[in-house]
């Protein structure tokens, strides 16, 4: 369903290039659940920002469904994102200005998809994800679990190939945080979605059926989850242990920048403060230009 092949990225800093993903391979099957895990600046956030083609990468193919995706731009880049992913983002990124049941339908707006039909599958996946009496509330009026599993729903609307999290349980309590991973579980075993979870979490990667690890901008290693979740998420914290410099885990520090606190808050400002409002903002004009062209 998702393959990266051989995807190399650098960031530059005046004349200097820092290398940031190093010759990264990997695939997800359809409807397998995967965590991408590793310390803190190992690339985690950059290596999703170039699967869903948000920055350009300097060499490797991206491929969804078997074709690449990395040389596409504009439109057919757009409808591929609206049509083909769904997002869900530390910062769940609801817009304020819409109510849950209107923030879960931007997909299908942005897709020009029929109102009556788009109307009844927002209600049904609400009912779904048990925040049907909350729809008409907006997002300042709700919980953090119920903005969380909205910005799931919103994630499913279009049925995309393929979900893509950036730590989704990363400020959540754990009553949070196991609605988050349910709303998941529900959307691998109900609606088939393959999906493509950063995280730091171990309890919450513990879930997944494979865990992919990443350290220093290059694959250290997958574990699969064999028969018991607990015996799993021991078997990661070690890993996660074994990865960090100081001998504590990495899990118990999400978001400490490795290198340049500036720098890394600076990505994740990038990446979850503007990168989805600009990115619906620009696919709607995308896709509204050719509209008017035809
Ligand atoms: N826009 C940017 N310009 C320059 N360097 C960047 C930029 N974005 C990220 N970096 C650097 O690239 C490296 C990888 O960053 P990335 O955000 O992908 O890490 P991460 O694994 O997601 O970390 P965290 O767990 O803290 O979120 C870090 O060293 C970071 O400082
Ligand atoms: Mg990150």
């Known amino acids: 369903m998702l393959q990266v092949k051989h995807l190399s990225k650098n960031y530059s800093s005046g004349s200097q290039v820092y290398p940031v993903l190093k010759d990264v391979s990997l695939k997800v099957e359809k409807g397998e659940f995967v965590a991408v895990m590793g310390p803190s600046g190992s690339g985690k956030t950059t290596l999703l920002n170039c699967i869903?083609?948000?920055?350009?990468?300097?060499?490797?193919?991206?491929l969804l469904a078997g074709k690449d995706i990395s040389h596409l731009t504009g439109t057919a880049l757009a409808r591929v994102r609206n049509r083909q992913?769904?997002?869900?983002?530390?910062?769940?990124?609801?817009?304020?200005?819409?109510?849950v049941f209107e923030n879960i339908c931007l997909p299908q707006i942005i897709a020009h998809r029929p109102v009556v039909q788009m109307e009844e599958k927002a209600r049904n996946i609400c009912r779904l994800f048990?925040?049907?009496?909350?729809?008409?509330?907006?997002?300042?009026?709700?919980?953090?679990?119920?903005?969380?599993?909205?910005?799931?729903?919103?994630?499913?609307?279009?049925q995309p190939c393929v979900i893509?999290?950036?730590?989704?349980?990363?400020?959540?309590?754990?009553?949070?945080?196991?609605?988050?991973i349910d709303a998941f579980m529900q959307a691998k075993t109900e609606l088939g979605a393959t999906i493509f979870?950063?995280?730091?979490?171990?309890?919450?990667?513990?879930?997944?059926?494979?865990?992919?690890?990443?350290?220093?901008?290059?694959?250290?290693?997958?574990?699969?989850?064999?028969?018991?979740?607990?015996?799993?998420?021991?078997?990661?914290?070690?890993?996660?242990?074994?990865?960090?410099?100081?001998?504590?885990?990495?899990?118990?520090?999400?978001?400490?920048?490795?290198?340049?606190?500036?720098?890394?808050?600076?990505?994740?400002?990038?990446?979850?403060?503007?990168?989805?409002?600009?990115?619906?903002?620009?696919?709607?004009?995308?896709?509204?230009?050719?509209?008017?062209?035809?």
């Open 52 to 62: 869903s083609c948000f920055i350009p990468h300097e060499q490797g193919e991206i």
């Open 197 to 294: 979870m950063v995280t730091h979490d171990s309890f919450a990667a513990s879930f997944c059926d494979r865990v992919i690890v990443l350290k220093d901008g290059a694959i250290y290693g997958e574990l699969r989850r064999q028969g018991d979740r607990r015996a799993f998420m021991d078997q990661l914290l070690d890993t996660i242990r074994t990865l960090s410099d100081d001998g504590r885990p990495a899990a118990m520090e999400p978001g400490l920048p490795c290198d340049s606190g500036e720098r890394a808050e600076g990505a994740h400002g990038m990446f979850h403060t503007a990168a989805l409002p600009a990115a619906y903002e620009n696919d709607t004009r995308n896709i509204r230009n050719e509209d008017t062209r035809r």
């Open 85 to 99: 992913m769904g997002f869900v983002f530390q910062d769940f990124m609801l817009l304020d200005g819409l109510t």
């Open 130 to 158: 048990g925040i049907g009496k909350i729809m008409e509330k907006y997002p300042a009026e709700i919980s953090g679990g119920e903005k969380q599993r909205t910005a799931v729903a919103r994630a499913l609307m279009n």
């Open 164 to 180: 893509l999290a950036d730590e989704p349980t990363g400020n959540l309590d754990s009553k949070s945080c196991k609605a988050v």
